[in-house]
């Protein structure tokens, strides 16, 4: 989710990452994972009569957990490696 929000009177992008219970393999590795918004619900997320609760369960079958380099370890490091299959 993104929008514009003042910070000392300048208007600046910023983004939110909602949250949830870790699902299927997710749960191995953390203790919480991002929600998974399928673009079936999609319009469902924006409609303001929706049950959101019911829009936050991910679809655990779909997860596969990948080993990834330590790259992505340290905030500095935001290229392609950090998304790459680790040997």
Excluded: Q
């Excluded at 919480?32 to 959101?52: C, F, G, Q, T």
């Excluded at 330590?70 to 290229?79: E, I, L, R, W």
């Amino acid at each position: 989710m993104w929008d514009k929000v003042s910070v000392k009177g300048e208007f600046v992008d910023a983004a939110t990452i909602l949250t949830t219970a870790p699902r299927g393999v997710a749960a191995e590795v953390h203790d919480r994972m991002p929600v998974i918004l399928p673009p079936e619900n999609h319009a469902k997320w924006l409609d303001p009569s929706s049950r959101y609760l019911d829009l936050l369960e991910p679809d655990a079958a779909t997860l596969e957990l990948v080993p990834v380099s330590t790259a992505v370890n340290s905030v500095k490091n935001d290229g392609p490696e950090c998304a790459e299959r680790a040997p």
